[in-house]
């Protein structure tokens, strides 16, 4: 099991670049999430999606954020236009039922100048 | 809406010297609590769930227990391996979404 593959690990770019993170779940899992951390407000839910389906996106923070699912096993998260407040560590998910513990994946660093 | 507190921020002990963590939750019905563990540079690791008040899990060195209104992590004859990033987060009742709200961490750092 190779658990969540995130890619890119890290990821710099431009003020209004357009920035697209990619994740892919653990195979079986049918929930997938997409969180923020950040230092100063920790761990956020940004969405999240059961059987490739968008369920929750109240956290993303504006519609410069859009995130897709296509199939079972890949999810993008996009941002267009970054902007250098959105420098965080992105976090993608899975879990194989509500109320069980998430497998997170490593992570990718995304910093915008 | 769900809100995490844990306490306290960071916590530097000496190898073998047992302390706890606390994390307090306000939660319209709890569904779940739980631990993870986070090292640098890398994404949380589960640790454990606890769903009803009175439970406890172990393991290693590593002991939850849960009341009504907090959980404490308790960490015996603790080693510098055990050193991270200890998260907590609670999955609530209220509506019908399923996620979880987490605490911002206690940094636990034990030395040789």
């Known amino acids: 099991d190779a658990g969540v593959i995130q890619s890119p690990r890290h990821e710099v770019t431009e003020m209004g670049q357009e920035v697209t993170l990619r994740c892919k779940p653990i195979?079986?899992?049918?929930?997938l999430f997409w969180y923020r951390q950040t230092m100063m407000r920790g761990l956020e839910l940004l969405i999240y999606?059961?059987?490739?389906?968008?369920?929750?996106d109240s956290g993303m923070p504006e519609d410069r954020f859009s995130a897709k699912m296509p199939n079972a096993s890949f999810s993008t998260l996009k941002i267009q236009p970054s902007e250098p407040r959105d420098s965080a560590v992105y976090f993608c998910?899975?879990?194989?039922?509500?109320?069980?513990?998430?497998?997170f994946g490593s992570g990718t660093r995304l910093t915008v100048v | 809406e769900d809100q995490v507190t844990q306490s306290p921020e960071a916590l530097r002990l000496q190898e073998g010297e047992s302390s706890s963590l606390n994390c307090s939750y306000t939660?319209?019905?709890?569904?779940?609590l739980f631990w993870y563990r986070q090292d640098p540079g890398k994404g949380p690791e589960f640790l454990f769930t606890?769903?009803?008040a009175g439970e406890e899990k172990e393991k290693e060195r590593l002991k939850a227990t849960l009341t009504k209104k907090e959980s404490f992590l308790h960490i015996t004859a603790p080693k510098p391996e055990d050193s991270a990033t200890y998260l907590c987060?609670?999955?609530?009742?209220?509506?019908?979404?399923?996620?979880?709200?987490f605490g911002k961490g206690t940094l636990l750092t034990v030395n040789p």
């Open positions: 998910a899975s879990s194989p039922d509500r109320g069980l513990g998430y497998t």
């Open positions: 195979s079986g899992h049918d929930y």
């Open positions: 999606f059961n059987n490739n389906v968008p369920i929750d």
């Open positions: 939660v319209s019905g709890l569904r779940g």
């Open positions: 606890l769903y009803s």
């Open positions: 987060a609670v999955h609530g009742s209220g509506g019908s979404n399923y996620k979880l709200t």
